[in-house]
């Protein structure tokens, strides 16, 4: 059975940080591209950053020196380390896993506000 479990979502001030967290059991990093996707309120998801098994990174260009993605094999955990946040960074983040099916977690909410 695939779970992947989000955390550290929260609420932050412009300009701050914040780490996202995705736990994953039942896949392996080595052959699943992981991703963080976010949707804010009225919009569609959409990619913020994914990452091959062979450690390719991509970036949506809204993100891009900002964030990073990065995956911890030994605790099969995909993290994504937010920077110099902006007000519309607001979204709910969601991992995701996907190699022919995909596979999501319940999402954590990332709040930028003043």
């Known amino acids: 059975q695939v779970q992947l479990v989000e955390s550290g979502g929260g609420l932050v001030q412009p300009g701050g940080s914040l780490r996202l967290s995705c736990a994953a059991s039942g896949i392996s990093f080595s052959i699943y591209v992981m991703g963080w996707y976010r949707q804010a309120p009225g919009k569609q998801r959409e990619l913020v950053a994914s990452?091959?098994?062979?450690?390719?990174?991509t970036y949506a260009d809204s993100v891009k020196g900002r964030f990073t993605i990065f995956k911890d094999f030994a605790k099969n955990t995909v993290f994504l380390q937010m920077n110099s946040l902006r007000l519309e960074d607001t979204a709910v983040y969601y991992c995701n896993a996907d190699r022919q099916v995909q596979y999501w977690g319940q999402g954590t909410q990332v709040t930028v506000s003043s």
């Open positions: 990452v091959t098994p062979w450690g390719t990174a």
